[in-house]
């Protein structure tokens, strides 16, 4: 079907596109309407951990689908117990609020953090955010984003969100005040740039945030899930956070997210919060399936392989090219460029024949790759090597 067959004008605008439209998706590739493959290095911004329409992924579904979908929020359901007693015994929390999307788990911890202060610092409730850093698209998660130019686009902000500096303690020290209930931060700034809190950082912060006895959120939307080479981004310091917030990997590229929390922590209170689909059976059981092939064994250390992998060779173009070098965490990594030439980058890679390939460049001078966590070695390489064109390309 040609492009023009679409009547794309009746999705509201919101962001250019090309023109195209995908049509299938299997692991890696990704399918357009005219039969065009591509390598797909998004896969929906870290969602699809599994890459696209795995067959687990299309079992819970099936499978659920003829048993229960959504049988209200008001009553429990097996698959929403199955999968927050699988979360809690896989990390350091006790109790799961499941969500939709990034933004409403960490508007549900902006909330909790909130409702704490009330019960226990008088009444304390600004919470120390970082500049740079990304939270969501609702009106307070917006303005605990660090993103510049974010403080006007719907102003005015919900205010309570001072901005400090990642990996500097003392720019978070002198922040807090009486009315100061949390610090929350990403353990890798995705959108800011894959930008990672070291672990000598995580670890100050934590004892800092004992120190003054607030709490420490941790918004895992885009690390949680192995994408870092451990199941949880936290876990590679060492540490025990308060609060957690998850999306995008927990649900594999179903719509499900997840606000974790330590028991001293859990106050809310029938009324306080609350969802149509909080918890529903149908995403639930996608969660379970995706947990499980997660913490097979031996599943994450295959991941940290690659991402060694991954990182080693995009030294080596960046050596290549005279770029600037790689940084991240697992299969979160990006390649600076030294120049604003990202974007062009994306669309030369796209338009390539006969596979195209799919980059993302949250920033002028750099490529952000979040593959599927069971991306092979061969495509590894094979993204690789036309990158290695494009760049012969754009930087001769």
Not at 20 to 43: A, C, H, P
Not at 58 to 86: C, G, T, W
Not at 301 to 323: I, N, Q, R, T
Request: contains cysteine; glycine residues 10%; hydrophobic residues 40%.
């Amino acid at each position: 079907m040609e492009f023009s067959q679409y009547n794309v004008n009746a999705l509201m605008y919101i962001t250019p596109r090309p023109e195209i439209v995908f049509t299938e998706g299997s692991g890696m590739w990704l399918t357009d309407n005219n039969g065009k493959r591509y390598l797909d290095y998004l896969q929906g911004w870290a969602v699809n951990c599994l890459g696209h329409s795995p067959a687990v992924i299309h079992d819970a579904l099936v499978a659920q689908s003829k048993k229960l979908l959504n049988p209200s929020p008001a009553f429990y359901n097996a698959p929403m117990i199955e999968l927050a007693s699988r979360l809690t015994e896989q990390s350091c929390f006790d109790r799961v609020f499941f969500t939709n999307s990034g933004a409403e788990a960490n508007e549900g911890a902006i909330k909790l953090a909130r409702k704490w202060g009330q019960l226990n610092k008088n009444g304390a409730f600004e919470i120390i955010t970082f500049d740079h850093s990304f939270h969501g698209r609702t009106l307070a998660t917006m303005s605990a984003s660090g993103k510049p130019g974010w403080d006007k686009i719907f102003a005015p902000q919900v205010t309570g969100f001072p901005k400090a500096d990642l990996n500097d303690i003392a720019s978070v020290e002198k922040l807090i005040n009486d009315k100061t209930v949390a610090v929350m931060l990403e353990p890798v700034q995705g959108e800011g740039g894959v930008l990672p809190a070291t672990r000598e950082f995580m670890q100050q912060l934590r004892a800092l945030t004992q120190k003054h006895g607030i709490l420490l959120i941790v918004d895992e939307v885009q690390t949680g899930m192995g994408r870092t080479g451990e199941l949880f981004g936290y876990q590679l310091s060492g540490i025990e956070p308060d609060i957690m917030t998850l999306a995008k990997g927990i649900g594999g590229g179903v719509p499900l997210g997840a606000l974790l929390c330590r028991e001293a922590v859990a106050c809310f209170v029938p009324g306080d919060q609350g969802g149509t689909y909080n918890g529903a059976p149908l995403m639930t059981a996608v969660g379970i399936a995706v947990l499980k092939e997660l913490t097979k064994p031996g599943f994450l250390d295959e991941v940290k392989e690659k991402a060694a992998y991954l990182s080693a060779e995009l030294v080596k173009l960046s050596d290549e090219f005279g770029l600037q070098g790689e940084r991240g965490e697992g299969l979160l990594r990006a390649l600076k460029l030294g120049d604003n030439i990202g974007a062009q980058i994306v669309e030369t890679a796209r338009n390539m024949e006969p596979v195209g390939l799919l980059l993302n460049s949250p920033r002028p001078d750099l490529l952000r790759f979040m593959p599927a966590l069971n991306v092979t070695k061969e495509e590894l390489d094979q993204m690789l090597a036309m990158l290695r064109e494009v760049l012969k390309q754009i930087k001769k």
